[in-house]
């Protein structure tokens, strides 16, 4: 098996009703229902190595969620063609389903009033993990997630961080290859979301899982994945490797020099935008293709004590992305 | 409650009669005490949980797993039934020591073990029309509870015998309502106990009890596959 996902021409539309406010809008819908379409996916295609790590970017309902539950078997797709681990996941065969998982965010499948131990044990006889591997996994995951003192406190009782960590063992107990992480990070602390990062990473290399990954905190993707697929209003935009991302959308390039006089704007719009001027420090904006004839010109013409040259920040990178389309 | 105003009111009928709709005092005692434990094997269930985890996305955790959704009611309604067959003979067994009535108990091995066949029959066909009930959520997810109201209290209460015998329509309508699925929820059982069948109409019962089963239970997945594709797992 090359592939572990495939996914060809994927189509999803959802029927909306839509009610006009009130109570005369309330008969009216009644009546007539009046149904729209919403295009969640409009023909997307990508293909997945077994062990690749990727990123899943786009703005609020752009798909990323139907995406993931569409490739869980959730989903029923309108049409196009799905195959994970060569399984068709609308069948939803426990064979298939003993190898994946689907966590999302603000999902729970703890049992809300039993320590956490108690649902790892329901997950243990469900998915036949047998009893000494299961209390291998749950050691190994317990030690990573750092949470082995916390698996016999009532749910409840814990943090919200702590209890995204004890959501990651459940939906990995049964080791599955494939895994879809719907925004893990979601409501943690820096602290919380850098150790459940952490995890991913360490899950990744070592069990050579399949993750698909999809957040908003641009950190996630910048520290774990090394492909990402950007989607808005259910198209893909991009799709490869993270750092071609910022030289295929980001045209320019940031200069940041340290002044040791003070100069109007009009003195620096020559060379290209200015993005900042704070004496004594200013921030222009050039094209990618002249950065070094405008970091050349910034030096002579200039008395500049320090320059430095970067990308554009992923997040401004992003913004344009949508933007655009 | 319902069982004491049920022995008040037929006590008082059989001040001035011997036989009304064909029953004697002590059949419709019986009929009022093995209602109790039949309601309670029959009626009680977990599986009506499953229209708000339709309605709320809950449903979501429980197709992901490598269970068999179906198995996984049916044992949760075991359990329900089990517990509520512990409470229905506590029940049974205090009234009779208040009320001291005569109760009837059939000897003949045939009858018992039809009744007990009817009573699984009634259990299955029970835990069918509960989960066809609670599928409505997927077309319309605002309208979990009316349609298990509708279900339970209009057609089950009245229309499987569960508040008084069926056989007490006028014979038309009782005929047809013995080709309809409820009456073999609580009046069919019944009647099997009593031992008011003849074994060809046991016999009979039983065998429109299983069609009924193969039905529903067709019906039961065929609406749950349609319903999955339309089901969008929203809220979570």
């Given at each position: 098996?090359?592939?572990?996902?495939?996914?060809d021409?994927?189509i999803?539309?959802?029927?909306?009703?839509?009610?006009?406010?009130?109570?005369?809008g309330?008969?009216?819908?009644?009546?007539?229902?009046?149904?729209?379409?919403?295009h969640a996916?409009?023909?997307?295609?990508?293909?997945i190595?077994?062990?690749?790590?990727?990123?899943?970017?786009?703005?609020?309902?752009?798909?990323?969620?139907?995406?993931?539950?569409?490739?869980?078997?959730?989903?029923?797709p309108?049409?196009?063609f799905?195959?994970?681990l060569?399984?068709d996941?609308?069948?939803?065969?426990?064979?298939?389903?003993?190898?994946?998982?689907?966590?999302?965010?603000q999902?729970?499948q703890?049992?809300?009033?039993?320590?956490?131990?108690?649902?790892?044990?329901l997950?243990?006889?469900?998915?036949e993990?047998?009893?000494?591997?299961?209390?291998?996994?749950?050691?190994?995951?317990?030690?990573?997630?750092?949470?082995?003192?916390?698996?016999?406190?009532?749910v409840?009782?814990?943090?919200?961080?702590q209890?995204?960590?004890?959501?990651?063992?459940?939906?990995?107990?049964h080791?599955?290859?494939?895994l879809?992480?719907?925004?893990?990070?979601?409501?943690?602390?820096?602290?919380?979301?850098?150790?459940?990062?952490?995890?991913?990473?360490?899950?990744?290399k070592?069990?050579?899982?399949?993750i698909?990954?999809?957040?908003?905190?641009?950190?996630?993707?910048v520290?774990?994945?090394?492909?990402?697929?950007?989607i808005?209003?259910?198209?893909?935009?991009?799709?490869g490797?993270?750092?071609d991302?910022?030289?295929?959308f980001?045209?320019?390039?940031?200069i940041?020099?340290?002044?040791?006089k003070?100069?109007?704007?009009?003195?620096f719009?020559?060379?290209?935008?200015?993005?900042?001027?704070?004496f004594?420090?200013?921030?222009?904006?050039?094209?990618?293709?002249?950065?070094?004839?405008?970091?050349?010109?910034?030096?002579?013409?200039?008395?500049?004590?320090?320059?430095?040259?970067?990308?554009?920040?992923?997040?401004?990178?992003?913004?344009?992305?949508f933007?655009?389309? | 409650?319902?069982?004491i105003?049920?022995?008040?009111?037929?006590?008082a009928?059989f001040?001035?009669?011997?036989?009304?709709?064909?029953?004697d005092?002590?059949?419709?005692?019986?009929?009022?005490?093995?209602?109790?434990?039949?309601r309670?094997?029959?009626f009680?269930?977990?599986s009506?949980?499953?229209?708000?985890?339709?309605?709320?996305?809950?449903?979501?955790?429980?197709?992901?797993?490598?269970i068999?959704?179906?198995?996984y009611?049916?044992?949760?309604?075991f359990?329900?039934?089990?517990?509520?067959?512990?409470?229905?003979?506590?029940?049974?067994?205090?009234?009779?020591?208040?009320?001291?009535?005569?109760?009837?108990?059939?000897?003949n091995p045939?009858?018992?073990?039809?009744?007990?066949?009817?009573l699984?029959?009634?259990?299955?066909?029970?835990?069918?029309?509960?989960?066809?009930?609670?599928?409505?959520?997927?077309?319309?997810?605002?309208?979990?509870w009316?349609?298990?109201?509708?279900?339970?209290?209009?057609?089950?209460?009245?229309?499987?015998?569960?508040?008084?015998?069926?056989?007490?329509?006028?014979?038309?309508?009782y005929?047809i309502?013995?080709?309809?699925?409820f009456?073999?929820l609580?009046?069919?059982?019944?009647?099997?106990?009593?031992?008011?069948?003849?074994?060809?109409?046991?016999?009979?019962?039983?065998?429109?009890?299983l069609?009924?089963?193969?039905?529903?239970?067709?019906?039961?997945?065929?609406?749950w596959?349609?319903g999955?594709?339309?089901?969008?797992?929203?809220?979570r």
């Amino acid at each position: 098996m090359d592939r572990a996902i495939i996914v060809d021409h994927l189509i999803k539309n959802f029927e909306v009703t839509e009610k006009q406010p009130g109570i005369t809008g309330a008969i009216k819908s009644l009546v007539s229902p009046k149904t729209k379409q919403v295009h969640a996916l409009r023909g997307i295609s990508f293909t997945i190595q077994p062990g690749e790590l990727i990123g899943f970017i786009g703005p609020n309902g752009a798909g990323k969620t139907t995406t993931l539950k569409t490739l869980s078997g959730l989903l029923y797709p309108t049409s196009g063609f799905v195959e994970v681990l060569e399984y068709d996941p609308w069948e939803r065969k426990n064979e298939f389903l003993k190898q994946i998982s689907l966590v999302m965010g603000q999902k729970n499948q703890l049992w809300w009033d039993l320590p956490a131990v108690e649902s790892f044990e329901l997950n243990r006889a469900i998915y036949e993990i047998p009893t000494r591997v299961y209390e291998e996994t749950l050691n190994e995951l317990t030690t990573l997630l750092e949470v082995k003192k916390l698996v016999n406190t009532q749910v409840r009782k814990l943090s919200l961080g702590q209890r995204m960590r004890m959501e990651l063992i459940a939906a990995l107990i049964h080791k599955p290859k494939v895994l879809f992480l719907d925004e893990p990070t979601i409501g943690l602390d820096l602290i919380a979301q850098q150790k459940v990062r952490d995890f991913i990473y360490e899950y990744n290399k070592k069990y050579n899982a399949t993750i698909i990954l999809t957040s908003h905190n641009m950190d996630d993707l910048v520290d774990l994945a090394r492909r990402v697929i950007v989607i808005n209003e259910g198209k893909i935009l991009f799709d490869g490797p993270f750092e071609d991302l910022t030289t295929k959308f980001a045209k320019e390039k940031i200069i940041k020099a340290t002044l040791s006089k003070e100069y109007s704007i009009e003195d620096f719009e020559k060379i290209g935008r200015v993005k900042k001027l704070d004496f004594p420090e200013v921030i222009i904006s050039v094209p990618r293709s002249t950065t070094a004839v405008a970091a050349a010109e910034l030096l002579q013409n200039f008395p500049v004590e320090d320059l430095t040259i970067e990308e554009v920040p992923i997040e401004d990178v992003i913004r344009k992305v949508f933007k655009n389309f | 409650m319902q069982i004491i105003i049920f022995f008040f009111l037929w006590d008082a009928i059989f001040i001035t009669n011997k036989e009304v709709f064909g029953y004697d005092k002590i059949k419709i005692f019986t009929y009022a005490f093995v209602l109790i434990i039949v309601r309670a094997m029959v009626f009680s269930s977990r599986s009506v949980d499953v229209a708000g985890q339709i309605a709320n996305g809950e449903l979501t955790n429980l197709i992901l797993k490598p269970i068999n959704y179906f198995w996984y009611w049916i044992t949760r309604d075991f359990s329900s039934k089990l517990l509520n067959i512990i409470f229905g003979v506590f029940e049974t067994l205090i009234l009779i020591a208040i009320l001291k009535p005569n109760i009837y108990f059939p000897s003949n091995p045939v009858y018992i073990l039809a009744f007990l066949l009817s009573l699984i029959i009634a259990m299955f066909i029970f835990f069918n029309l509960s989960m066809l009930t609670s599928f409505v959520p997927f077309w319309v997810p605002e309208l979990s509870w009316g349609a298990q109201f509708l279900m339970i209290v209009v057609i089950v209460e009245f229309l499987s015998g569960a508040s008084f015998p069926l056989d007490i329509f006028p014979n038309t309508i009782y005929q047809i309502l013995r080709l309809t699925p409820f009456p073999y929820l609580v009046f069919i059982p019944i009647k099997i106990y009593l031992g008011n069948f003849s074994y060809a109409v046991v016999a009979q019962s039983l065998v429109i009890g299983l069609i009924w089963c193969v039905i529903l239970w067709k019906i039961m997945n065929y609406v749950w596959k349609k319903g999955l594709k339309i089901y969008e797992g929203v809220g979570r």
